[in-house]
């Protein structure tokens, strides 16, 4: 049973085995989460060349997967993965095959990046049709505006926890925060700024 949970990967040495397009949008992905990623392959996608990671044109070899915090196999051979999944497990590297949940520790949910907020949607593996369709519905909803509206919200739980001293009162102002839209936020913000708080 996979739990789900928040990962810093603020610099951290993510390898990926593969250079197809499932390899591609995994390495994409993980460029949002400011890691360091290093991608393997003897091919890759053109669209490899146009984001900021290590190309390293090579078969697999171990050696590529030292000093990894993750690692993730994506080719279209299943020894390979296999040995990828089984060199991580000896050396205690979190690993996930692209298309065998079971040599994997980890799976990635289909996700949304808005600024700090993320979400995430998984079926274990079941289908992830369906989750990359939750996902769209989702990026539909929660649009690029939520980027500022979760930054404003940040700022403001800071100075309501600066400030306001009653416990039930701080979490009457934080709930009734998110009722508000971007504007309204806005003003709040400049209030509590101010020290005004009614």
Do not use: H
């Not at 949940?101 to 993320?118: Q, T, Y």
């Not at 700022?155 to 009162?169: A, F, G, P, S």
């Amino acid at each position: 049973m996979f739990y789900p949970m928040m990962i810093n990967l603020d610099n951290k040495n993510v390898t990926i085995i593969g250079g197809g397009k499932v390899a591609f949008r995994k390495a994409n992905k993980f460029l949002e989460f400011n890691c360091n990623v290093k991608v393997v392959s003897t091919s890759f996608i053109k669209e490899f060349y146009s984001i900021d990671v290590k190309l390293i044109n090579d078969e697999y070899r171990s050696d590529y997967l030292k000093k990894s915090f993750l690692v993730i196999a994506a080719t279209s051979s299943k020894k390979v993965n296999e040995d990828i999944s089984n060199y991580c497990s000896e050396n205690n590297i979190m690993c996930n095959i692209a298309d065998d949940i079971n040599l994997s520790d980890f799976i990635v949910p289909s996700s949304i990046k808005r600024g700090d907020l993320v979400i995430s949607v998984s079926t274990m593996g079941k289908s992830p049709s369906l989750a990359s369709k939750i996902r769209k519905e989702l990026e539909i909803n929660y649009g690029i505006e939520y980027e500022e509206y979760v930054s404003i919200l940040g700022d403001i739980r800071n100075l309501v926890l600066q400030r306001c001293t009653d416990k039930d009162e701080k979490k009457r102002i934080l709930n009734e925060l998110v009722n508000l839209n971007l504007e309204e936020l806005k003003k709040r913000r400049l209030d509590y700024e101010n020290n005004s708080w009614n």
